[in-house]
């Protein structure tokens, strides 16, 4: 299976801060890759897809970028309600596999 | 209102068998793929397996270490999917999540989560 590997795992982050997180799966998997957000106690929400489509409604401060193997997501000026996990998702073909996961926290 | 909402999670013993729900609301849930994903208590998210669309078949597939174990069925007359789990043991104790697939060229996405119903496999 193909698997996601996200870095860091962990980041401290101030409001403003611009924040990169890395995904790098370990065979190429074109643009198909998704990231999601999640907050404690709730379900993940899809934030982009095909690597860099921001989904209707996500703030444009959020971007993506990468093919192949290796895909970042950006946050350019973090706001108080960023703080979250965030997954990239292979989404090319199943089994369908996630990163392990990046913590974003306040500093 | 696109919503789905799981049901039917609670505690079992080890070795015990439990049918998880997905309802949904607001679209027809027989035009796309249904996805069931599971969280252990502070880890990550894992894929379980799909139901495609009634157009595509409405086969399904699975994570291997749950094929054989768990079946994913759907209901299109009552908007409802479903995750049949047997021979439970601890390490399938998790909040498990229904979402839709919105089947387009981009490949398997999330677009739609339920909010989640806790297993716990305990004895």
Redesign the interface.
């Known amino acids: 299976?193909i698997q996601m590997t996200q870095s860091p795992s962990s980041v401290s982050a101030s409001v403003g801060d611009r924040v990169t997180i890395s995904c790098r799966a370990s065979q190429g998997i074109s643009?198909?890759l998704?990231w999601?957000q999640?907050k404690p106690g709730?379900?993940?929400?899809?934030l982009i897809?095909?690597a860099s489509?921001l989904?209707s409604g996500v703030p444009s401060r959020f971007s993506g970028s990468g093919s192949g193997t290796d895909f970042i997501l950006t946050i350019s000026s973090l706001q108080p309600e960023d703080f979250a996990t965030y997954?990239c998702?292979r989404?090319?073909?199943?089994?369908?596999?996630?990163?392990?996961?990046t913590r974003l926290e306040i500093k | 209102e696109v919503q789905l909402v799981e049901s039917g999670g609670g505690l079992v013993q080890p070795g015990q068998s439990l049918r998880l729900s997905c309802t949904s609301s607001g679209f027809t849930i027989g035009d796309y793929i249904i996805?069931w994903v599971r969280q252990a208590p502070g880890k990550?998210?894992?894929?379980v397996g799909?139901i495609r669309s009634k157009a595509s078949g409405g086969t399904t597939?699975y994570?291997?270490s749950m094929k054989g174990r768990f079946t994913i069925s759907r209901d299109d007359s009552k908007n409802i999917a479903y995750l049949e789990m047997n021979s439970l043991n601890t390490e399938d104790s998790a909040m498990y999540?229904c979402?839709r697939d919105p089947v387009?060229a981009?490949?398997?996405?999330?677009?739609y989560?339920?909010?989640?119903t806790l297993v716990t496999v305990s004895s």
């Open positions: 299976d643009t198909r998704a999601y999640q709730k379900a993940p929400n899809l897809s095909s489509n989904q997954y998702q989404a090319n073909t199943f089994p369908i596999t996630f990163g392990q996961g | 996805h990550g998210l894992e894929w799909f597939e994570a291997a999540y979402a387009r981009d490949g398997y996405n999330f677009d989560w339920g909010q989640g």
